[in-house]
């Protein structure tokens, strides 16, 4: 529908306006915005008591309803609009608390305030995983970029080369980010990955620690101990761990007795453990 502007042509008088109509007001950037500039002065002058807490009481009821507003800002995020405007209204007692009425409108200092409190609580309390604080302004950034590239109907989902060029970041920090976008909320281990019959959870799909391994790292950690060893102990630990030889004939082999051998491989045994478990031997001194 189009709105026709009546025009004026030259010769006819102007219409006059009613001077009984109300005068025209000057609009409030928001209706939310009280003038409470003689309470902050109050407050200001005021000690510690009941006087004082009543003053700072009627500020945060006059105030209340623009930290409702910011915290509608950041509904269908995955928290309760209730709580959100519990957490904004921790942040505008804090700013109410920490404002000095000489500095300027209070509007400007509780606004920035409030909003910092209310993203405060989505960093530090909404994360499922916990994530370093540079890759949580990554994912922002990313979100935001994601968002501003698909707002055309049809647009194609952006690549990671598109989101680089996009927000300023390399391509390695907007994987970073993307990969934090699925940390804010966690999968369960009994969540059914199949939707058929046959269903199964997360938890059937992961790994079980491995014996193996401990074997493995065992042997690793023995192998510089070993080689240290003087060659006759390594044959007599070879031979009776490798060729599963008898003490009896280790040391007919060796021809030595048999209590020899068996003191021999104690004393082999453990120097190979204290040297993997990083602890070198004592050695007795001896006096003549």
């Known amino acids: 529908m189009l709105i026709e502007t009546p025009t004026i042509r030259p010769g006819t008088p102007e219409p006059v306006q009613d001077s009984t109509a109300p005068a025209a007001t000057p609009r409030r950037r928001h209706d939310d915005a ?47 609009i209730e709580d959100l405007r519990q957490v904004a209204a921790l942040g505008l007692v804090k700013a109410i608390d920490r404002f000095d009425p000489e500095r300027g409108a209070f509007e400007s200092y509780a606004v920035p305030t409030i909003t910092g409190e209310v993203k405060r609580h989505f960093r530090d309390r909404m994360w499922a995983l916990r994530v370093p604080r540079r890759v949580q302004e990554l994912r922002n950034k990313v979100r935001v970029a994601r968002r501003e590239l698909t707002q055309s109907p049809g647009s194609p989902e952006p690549s990671v080369a598109a989101l680089a060029a996009h927000t300023g970041l390399t391509e390695d920090e ?27 959870s ?25 080689r240290r060893l003087p060659e006759r102990e390594r044959a007599i630990l070879y031979m009776r761990f490798f060729e599963d030889m008898t003490q009896s004939r280790i040391a007919d082999r060796l021809g030595i007795s048999q209590m020899h051998v068996s003191r021999l491989i104690s004393r082999s045994c453990a120097r190979v453990r204290d040297e993997a478990m990083g602890q070198r031997p004592v050695r ?3 006096t003549v």
């Open 34 to 80: 009280p003038d409470t500039a003689e309470l902050f002065t109050r407050l200001s002058a005021l000690e510690d008591g009941p006087e004082r807490d009543a003053v700072r009481d009627a500020l945060v009821t006059a105030w209340l309803p623009m930290a409702h507003r910011i915290a509608g800002r950041f509904r269908d995020r995955g928290e309760s």
């Open 174 to 200: 907007v994987s970073a980010g993307m990969e934090a976008l699925e940390s804010f909320s966690t999968l369960s281990l009994d969540a059914e990955l199949s939707a058929g019959d046959d269903g199964y």
């Open 202 to 226: 997360l938890a059937d799909v992961l790994g079980a620690a491995d014996a193996s391994y401990d074997t493995v790292i065992d042997r690793e950690s023995a192998k510089e101990g070993l």
């Open 284 to 286: 007795r001194r001896t």
